[in-house]
């Protein structure tokens, strides 16, 4: 490894010992750059990695909010501004029980990489909210995301930075803070935010872009090894929206995924998620929540494994982990090695520990692909709508499919493209990797030292 990357990462770790998901992510991606920081020593002579580890902005506030029963909780924001070197930061809001600094800094330095993967002009940020919504009413969400937009509201705006929703953050919390940044500015910038409903603004087609776009670059993986989707067999961890959509799409292409997970466990449907009852259930699910997969499992009479992930399948042809970070360790990877998967194919942020991604790379046989590119679709297609809200148009969900059809596999091809000039064969991670990090660094170093 170069020894200017070996310093910053050690330096990074003795800084932030007390963030082991933020660690985690800056090891991974800049153990990855070694070419590329070895043929541009103008990199090092501007401290790039020095800078890029460092977020422009750390917001951290309280967000206060009454039940329905008149208790008083208080809740703990944050939003992580991380580079606007090529434009306005772009990163989703997360409401989750484990969301903290270090988990917010590590997809706020992760999402740096992916939006520069896209192709369009946004920064890397992300943000949220150590708030679980599972089994709280609608009321009590509403009056959540207004107080947390009261907290935000001073520091987003269409040419500042767009959040979006992520785990946890939907079309129903988008719109309730949506609502309150509108009442709280006094204006109508609907680019302030992206992930609203179409009525007011958003996009046609962003429930089904994440899903949609992994599978889109699942197809020119598969274009890549001269195979083929229809047919194969896919084990799915999760069942939200992104997994969603996955499933969604798979069927439509003429391949099927037969698991499905929570925190409960996973079931097993061999005859494939494939039908429209089936991926409708999925939303029902979600929108129940209970948080529970084995709701699916008592509805269409197939197996159920409580506490279990879905990895030890034999009869798959491909792994899709969609669910959260770190969901597959170095035990679970041997799992899917010794079972012959030949494509692991990343979809959730940073699902696989360092661990055991470095473990599945090590694999002659095995094909794996980074989630900052696979899981591009999401954040694509919210950048397409922040173009249509400047624009003051609606554009169809077949015209946004195409473009991000379009993106996706320029993302694939890019980064197979900056793996093979750098000597490193078809390594898509640290392809990725080289794509987004020499876009923004080339930017950092254009606008001065200054910045």
Not at 124 to 136: E, H, L, M, R, W
Not at 255 to 260: I, S
Not at 273 to 300: C, H, P, W
Request: net charge negative.
């Amino acid at each position: 490894m170069n020894a200017y990357i070996e310093r910053v990462i050690e330096d990074v770790k003795k800084k932030y010992a007390d963030q082991p998901e933020f660690c985690q992510t800056v090891e991974e991606v800049l153990s990855s750059l070694s070419p590329l920081i070895d043929a541009h020593p103008e990199y090092e002579e501007n401290a790039i990695l020095e800078r890029m580890v460092v977020p422009e902005r750390t917001i951290m506030f309280r967000v206060p909010w009454e039940d329905d029963n008149g208790k008083l909780h208080v809740n703990t924001g944050y939003r992580v501004q991380f580079n606007s070197a090529i434009g306005p930061y772009k990163g989703g809001l997360r409401f989750a029980p484990n969301v903290n600094m270090s988990v917010v800094k590590f997809l706020g330095f992760e999402q740096v990489y992916k939006d520069a993967l896209s192709t369009l002009p946004i920064g890397g940020a992300k943000g949220g909210a150590d708030f679980d919504p599972n089994g709280k009413s609608d009321k009590e969400i509403q009056r959540f995301c207004q107080s947390f937009m009261q907290g935000l509201y001073k520091f987003i705006g269409p040419d500042v930075d767009c959040p979006a929703g992520d785990l946890g953050v939907g079309g129903r919390e988008i719109g309730y803070m949506f609502g309150a940044w509108r009442r709280l500015t006094g204006s109508y910038a609907n680019g302030a935010l992206s992930g609203k409903d179409p009525l007011f603004g958003g996009s046609a087609f962003r429930p089904e872009a994440t899903g949609y776009g992994a599978v889109y670059y699942l197809q020119s993986v598969l274009e890549h090894e001269k195979d083929e989707m229809k047919g194969k067999r896919v084990a799915v961890a999760g069942f939200g929206n992104v997994a969603w959509g996955v499933c969604k799409k798979l069927a439509a292409l003429g391949a099927k995924a037969v698991t499905l997970s929570g925190p409960d466990g996973y079931v097993y449907d061999p005859e494939g998620v494939v039908t429209e009852e089936k991926i409708n259930f999925m939303l029902e699910m979600r929108a129940s929540g209970r948080n529970k997969v084995q709701d699916y499992a008592d509805k269409f009479g197939v197996e159920f494994f409580a506490g279990q992930k879905p990895w030890g399948l034999k009869d798959v042809d491909i792994v899709m982990p969609c669910a959260t970070q770190n969901d597959v360790d170095l035990e679970q990877a041997k799992k899917i090695v010794a079972n012959g998967i030949k494509y692991y194919i990343e979809v959730a942020n940073m699902p696989t520990t360092n661990e055991a991604l470095k473990f599945l790379m090590e694999q002659k046989n095995m094909i794996v692909a980074p989630s900052k590119a696979v899981n591009c679709g999401g954040v694509s297609v919210s950048a397409l709508e922040m173009s249509q809200n400047s624009e003051r148009l609606f554009w169809e969900g077949e015209e946004v499919d195409k473009w991000l059809h379009r993106i996706m596999k320029g993302i694939h091809d890019n980064s197979a493209e900056a793996a093979k000039k750098y000597g490193l064969g078809y390594n898509l991670v640290a392809g990725a990797n080289i794509v987004g990090f020499e876009k923004v660094a080339n930017a950092m170093v254009k606008q001065g030292r200054a910045y």
